[in-house]
């Protein structure tokens, strides 16, 4: 089991960054490919950001390429989202999840951390 604690999350104003962390305890993330999503109200769940195993790829949803940063520091068992340049539409809670390689859907989920961005 990976339990997955994820902080960081607040209101800003629009062009304001924040920092999300997701801390992990039970399991080393080193094996897991580690995703941030987010869900605004009423809207689906959608994938923000990926970063494999190795850390040395990504992947992000086109709607924050160049303004969000996925990195992960395997040492401390934790995975960060740095988001800049934050838009009202950037609103909902982001969870960050675990996901064994080549797994299609996370296997473990933290609790979500609420972002809300003031225009």
């Known amino acids: 089991q990976v339990q997955l604690v994820e902080s960081g999350g607040g209101l800003v104003q629009a062009g304001d960054s924040l920092r999300l962390s997701c801390a992990a305890s039970?399991?080393?993330?080193?094996?897991?490919?580690m995703d941030w999503f987010r869900q605004a109200p009423g809207k689906e769940r959608e994938l923000v950001a990926t970063?494999?195993?190795?850390?040395?790829?990504?992947y992000y949803t086109d709607a924050v390429k160049g303004r969000f940063t996925i990195s992960r520091d395997n040492a401390k068992n934790a995975v960060y989202l740095q988001m800049n340049s934050l838009k009202p539409e950037d609103t909902a809670v982001y969870y960050c999840?675990?996901?064994?390689?080549?797994?299609?859907?996370?296997?473990?989920w933290g609790q979500g951390t609420q972002v809300t961005v003031s225009s």
């Open positions: 999840a675990a996901r064994v390689v080549l797994a299609r859907e996370p296997a473990y």
């Open positions: 970063i494999y195993r190795s850390g040395g790829s990504t």
């Open positions: 039970g399991r080393t993330l080193s094996t897991y490919d």
